[in-house]
T-cell receptor
Framework: TQLLEQSPQFLSIQEGENLTVYCNSSSVFSSLQWYRQEPGEGPVLLVTVVTGGEVKKLKRLTFQFGDARKDSSLHITAAQPGDTGLYLCAGGTSGTYKYIFGTGTRLKVLA | EAGVAQSPRYKIIEKRQSVAFWCNPISGHATLYWYQQILGQGPKLLIQFQNNGVVDDSQLPKDRFSAERLKGVDSTLKIQPAKLEDSAVYLC??????????FGPGTRLTVL
């Protein structure tokens, strides 16, 4: 059974601080996605990474896919209150397009 | 481009009652997913359709849950009879055939 563990589970920080969220598995994935979900809404896709070692940047967010395609990280620089939400990683399997989600990291950025 | 539509947005039922959720994916998207998200957790895949065929339903509790996607477009997910532990948000997502990416707003189900 494929599992994706995220850490930390909860994170509360002050505006302007940096943070990193981790997504780990013992399984290899063909692609890894990161989502942000706000209360009462569905997850919104932030990025998809497909190559081991790949790094993608989206403004203040930096995403990295591990060399072995088993893990990923999300780094936020100078966090803002608007970054508050539930961050989810999702691992994809090629061919079937089946995606499983991680356990989630709830981030709160205080002004 | 219109997004993934779901209805109803909220539903409250008594245990042992039945309930149905509806999803209209983005036009032209061949792959449709139903996920169950319990409060504070990541979504769990219930069933995945490719056009109107089932690709994966290994985690669908088939004794009480059923889903169909007629004509490869809209889909319905039914629970009969509902249990207390079915209280969750039911998310529908669709994709063109590659990466998952588009979710609906979800239906929040409360079973009393």
């Amino acid at each position: 059974t494929q599992l994706l563990e995220q850490s930390p589970q909860f994170l509360s920080i002050q505006e302007g601080e940096n943070l990193t969220v981790y997504c780990n598995s013992s399984s290899v994935f063909s692609s890894l996605q990161w989502y942000r979900q706000e209360p009462g809404e569905g997850p919104v896709l932030l990025v998809t990474v497909v190559t081991g070692g790949e790094v993608k940047k989206l403004k203040r967010l930096t995403f990295q896919f591990g060399d072995a395609r088993k893990d990923s990280s999300l780094h936020i620089t100078a966090a803002q209150p608007g970054d508050t939400g539930l961050y989810l990683c999702a691992g994809g399997t090629s061919g079937t397009y089946k995606y499983i989600f991680g356990t989630g990291t709830r981030l709160k950025v205080l002004a | 481009e219109a997004g993934v539509a779901q209805s109803p947005r909220y539903k409250i039922i008594e245990k042992r009652q039945s309930v149905a959720f509806w999803c209209n994916p983005i036009s032209g998207h061949a792959t449709l997913y139903w996920y169950q998200q319990i409060l504070g957790q990541g979504p769990k895949l219930l069933i995945q359709f490719q056009n109107n065929g089932v690709v994966d339903d290994s985690q669908l509790p088939k004794d009480r849950f059923s889903a169909e996607r007629l004509k490869g477009v809209d889909s319905t997910l039914k629970i009969q009879p509902a249990k207390l532990e079915d209280s969750a948000v039911y998310l529908c997502a669709s994709s063109l055939g590659g990466a998952l990416g588009y979710f609906g707003p979800g239906t929040r189900l409360t079973v009393l």
